[in-house]
């Protein structure tokens, strides 16, 4: 099967995932008469939905970035590639419950828990999508080992990152919504991919 109709899939998904993420985000009600304190109060109260729209949805974009850049280099996709992949767009799918769960109670471990929880399954079906990829040469030519374990460091640097909010938020909440946050902010840094994504896209068909 080509690998297109699999990207248009998840494309999909994370369209309508990061589309549902503002639905968490409620116009507050304002009793009358509406003064501008009275407003202010009320926009501050929805400020946690608004903080938890805005990380989840660079967190669901620095994701798609990853998910898409796999499928430079993916040519072909076998069974077990496209059943991981479902077990990855599982998690995608699941992230804005996750989110607005957080956001009603953000201080709570098990609401960190279960985001924490979310983006690990996402990181780890994406280490183990990638890896099935190479190992079952469903990848193109210009894959070298080098290119696949950098690849792997990659994806890697996100799991590390949940695991710790995770744990963190366990015993600092605080500490380990600042960590959610950072994840997107890391891989917005240049890596060392980046070449070989350059080089995949200025390609001849």
Avoid at 58 to 70: A, E, S
Wanted: glycine content about 8%; proline content about 6%.
């Amino acid at each position: 099967m080509e690998s297109r109709r699999v990207e248009a899939l998840a494309d999909g998904v994370f369209a309508v995932a990061m589309t549902v993420l503002v639905l968490g985000v409620h116009v507050p009600e304002l009793p009358a008469p509406v003064t501008g304190a009275g407003m202010l109060a009320a926009l501050s109260g929805i400020l946690p939905g608004v903080a938890g729209y805005a990380v989840s949805f660079m967190i669901l974009g620095m994701i798609w970035i990853g998910h898409h850049n796999q499928f430079h280099f993916i040519r072909r996709v076998d069974r077990t590639l496209l059943w991981i992949n479902i077990v990855f767009l599982l998690s995608v799918a699941f992230v804005p419950f996750a989110t607005a769960f957080l956001t009603r109670y953000p201080l709570q471990p098990a609401a960190l828990l279960i985001y924490g929880g979310t983006l690990l399954l996402g990181g780890v079906s994406h280490f183990v999508h990638w890896n099935h990829a190479v190992g079952h040469e469903l990848v193109a030519d210009e894959v070298t080992p080098e290119v696949a374990e950098v690849v792997r460091e990659r994806i890697s640097m996100g799991i590390v990152v949940a695991l710790a909010a995770t744990l963190v938020g366990a015993f600092l909440p605080k500490v380990g919504l600042v960590l959610f946050a950072c994840m997107p902010v890391l891989y917005m840094l240049p890596g060392r991919i980046d070449p070989s994504l350059a080089e995949e896209a200025s390609a001849p068909e």
